[in-house]
């Protein structure tokens, strides 16, 4: 069984950078698309990015796009969330999931997730 574990949250300044991984265990990661989704108090977990098995092909939610950038290194079982010019909106917790199906920007296509790494964007 997949599992997966995230770090690199913490608390960041307005405009500054922060990276996000997500290492995976269990075998068989490159048999997985794998996203990243957030939660802020009191909101929905929402779609933020997604990766394809090979890494060829990414998703973003609008609100992300042209600031955050996932990738993911096969060799080591590790996905990334580069993010760059944070904004206080960014404050939340992000989770990373797998897919054995699809590169989905929907929570119910994700069967693995990961307990979650705080985000705090600071104004």
């Known amino acids: 069984q997949l599992q997966l574990v995230e770090s690199g949250g913490g608390v960041v300044q307005a405009g500054g950078s922060l990276r996000l991984s997500c290492a995976a265990s269990?075998?068989?990661?490159?048999?997985?698309?794998v996203g990243w989704f957030r939660q802020a108090p009191g909101k929905e977990r929402e779609f933020a990015a997604a990766i394809s098995r090979g890494g060829s092909s990414t998703y973003y939610a609008n609100s992300v796009k042209g600031r955050f950038t996932i990738s993911r290194d096969n060799a080591r079982d590790t996905v990334y969330l580069q993010m760059n010019s944070l904004e206080p909106e960014d404050t939340a917790v992000y989770y990373c999931?797998?897919?054995?199906?699809?590169?989905?920007?929907?929570?119910?296509?994700?069967?693995?997730w990961g307990q979650g790494t705080q985000v705090t964007v600071s104004s």
């Open positions: 999931a797998a897919s054995i199906t699809y590169t989905s920007r929907s929570r119910g296509d994700y069967e693995y």
């Open positions: 269990g075998g068989g990661f490159t048999d997985y698309a």
